[in-house]
């Protein structure tokens, strides 16, 4: 069994390669009018997967040519009335496993605790099954216009009640003064960019002390953060992932360093944008429906 060591690391060298590729950043997702497609999401508990797990799942999708958004363990398919292929290979991704450790000085039962330790699991995309045919992309619902997806970002964007102000040429988040300053709308080459820069410096927003409290990290660490956190807010409003990599590719490189020298970094600033997402998510009242599983 990796250790947790091990684990970071392997998972860091996967991170790493794929930024390398230089084709396209692990978390940025394609659009499509798929219900089936979007961020990452467990077929049996219809949760979307969190931390550095929806990265993972994007490199595998990418890696083997999958389309659905849907996965679940072995065991988890086979309870859906589905069975995985013969030969098929699962993605190994993460959770914390809690170890009771007692405290050495009394060896009292009721002074015990536990701590979280890394661990992996493997699960299998439902292109990799016989009998989720339901669940694969071409039989979602499609019928949703993505004039609809734009009045969701809107809505969303409206229900934080942040102060965004309009004008100029530079998109920031003044920490100080606690508002967003965005250029007009019209200024941005297509509405997509509009609302991929407007989820950016909300996430920002949000790690403001009287909110998420993330003001103590790096720049270059908060720049992930958002970039990752606005990427995951996109996607599950039905918003298509930018082209336009003009705004991180000065930040590539500082990552690339973070991470050789540190495996945790990624693990730290996924986990932060998940709850950024999660955060910004939870003032949009009017989500865009799952389909329901037929199993």
């Known amino acids: 069994m990796p250790t947790p060591k091990e684990i970071r690391q392997n998972i860091c060298q996967q991170i790493v390669d794929a930024l390398k590729s230089g084709n396209t950043l692990p978390w940025r997702q ?11 999401t467990n077929a049996m508990s219809t949760n979307r997967y969190s931390g550095v797990n929806p990265i993972l799942l994007e490199i595998s999708r990418m890696r083997q040519g ?14 859906l009335g589905a069975n995985v292929k013969r030969g098929e290979k699962g993605t190994a991704i993460t959770f914390y496993k809690n170890i009771p450790v007692k405290n050495k000085k009394t060896a009292d039962e009721e002074s015990e605790k536990t701590i979280p330790l890394l661990r992996t699991y493997h699960v299998f995309n439902v292109e990799q099954t016989d009998g989720l045919d339901q669940l694969r992309v071409g039989q979602g619902d499609s019928t949703t216009d993505i004039g609809d997806y734009h009045q969701e970002a809107d809505a969303l964007i409206d229900a934080t009640e942040a102060d965004i102000r ?28 509009f609302y991929s820069t ?20 790096t720049y270059a660490f908060e720049e992930l953060v958002a970039e990752i956190g ?4 996109c996607t599950e409003i039905g918003i298509p992932a930018s082209d336009n990599l003009s705004g991180v590719t000065s930040y590539v490189q500082s990552w690339l360093r973070a991470m050789k020298d540190d495996p945790s970094f990624i693990f730290k600033a996924s986990s932060h944008a998940s709850k950024a997402a999660d955060y910004l998510l939870s003032f949009h009242s009017s989500p865009v429906e799952e389909p329901v599983m037929v199993v």
């Open 198 to 217: 407007a989820t950016h410096e909300l996430v920002h927003w949000s790690g403001a002390a009287h909110r998420l409290n993330r003001s103590d990290m």
């Open 166 to 193: 309009y004008g100029g040429n530079r998109a920031f988040y003044s920490p100080n003064t606690d508002y967003i300053q965005l250029p007009m709308r019209s200024q941005f080459p297509n509405v997509n960019d």
């Open 66 to 79: 999958f389309q659905s958004k849907w996965w679940g363990t072995y065991k988890q398919i086979q309870q």
């Open 230 to 233: 606005s990427c995951y807010t």
């Open 30 to 40: 394609p659009w499509s009018n798929d219900s089936n497609v979007g961020l990452p």
